[in-house]
């Protein structure tokens, strides 16, 4: 017997939609990815890198969760969680600020765009590496990952996604563009293509 495709919920597809046409600086290049399949009846994910010079500096995974009868923790019907992986100057490790600033990046950037959310909730986690034996001439190597999920609103979640890569770049070490200007968009992003 096989089974009726299900129907997939207006507000999800109106969420899918606005996260067609990123408008993300060059740097960033995205891919869909499977979403994870027991946290929510349904799910989107994109992997994003951080490319400068040819080198990547950052990655991160942005995922939309959706349960149209809602979830107590979430506050809400959909759930953002984020990933962002960088690594860092070891000089940076013994910052004891790091975590908190870190934490800053997030929360100034969800207060900066044009977006509502509520329920905001992550983690911040530095792992310093340091090499011995055969390796001991590699260098120290600070890892970055901050954890942030939000929920949204509205349905309107390319902001979501925006912001989301803005904080890539951050922590890639990129600086933030001035006011006014839009970088133009990536041609190696394969979301909506």
Do not use: Y
């Not at 500096?57 to 995922?63: E, L, M, N, S």
């Not at 990933?83 to 910052?95: C, F, H, I, N």
């Not at 055969?134 to 925006?162: C, F, K, Q, Y």
């Not at 803005?166 to 922590?171: G, N, Q, S």
Request: a negative charge; charged letters at 20%.
């Amino acid at each position: 017997m096989s089974s009726a495709p299900r129907d997939v919920p207006s507000r999800f597809a109106a969420a899918l939609a606005s996260l067609r046409h990123p408008r993300l600086r060059p740097e960033v290049h995205l891919v869909e990815v499977p979403g994870p399949t027991r946290v929510a009846p349904w799910t989107a994910a994109l992997e994003g890198e951080v490319f400068v010079g040819g080198d990547e500096v950052a990655t991160g995974r942005f995922v939309v969760l959706h349960d149209p009868a809602g979830q107590d923790t979430w506050q809400g019907d959909f759930r953002v969680v984020t990933l962002v992986r960088a690594t860092l100057e070891p000089e940076m490790a013994a910052d004891p600020m790091l975590a908190e600033v870190a934490w800053t990046w997030v929360t100034e950037a969800l207060g900066s765009a044009a977006v509502e959310v509520r329920a905001v909730g992550g983690t911040v986690t530095r792992v310093l590496s340091s090499s011995f034996g055969a390796l001991a001439g590699t260098p120290d190597a600070v890892d970055l990952e901050i954890r942030a999920s939000w929920t949204p609103l509205d349905t309107a979640l390319g902001e979501h996604l925006a912001l989301w890569a803005d904080l890539m770049t951050t922590a890639g070490g990129l600086p933030p563009l001035p006011e006014g200007v839009t970088a133009l968009a990536s041609r190696r992003h394969t979301v909506g293509q």
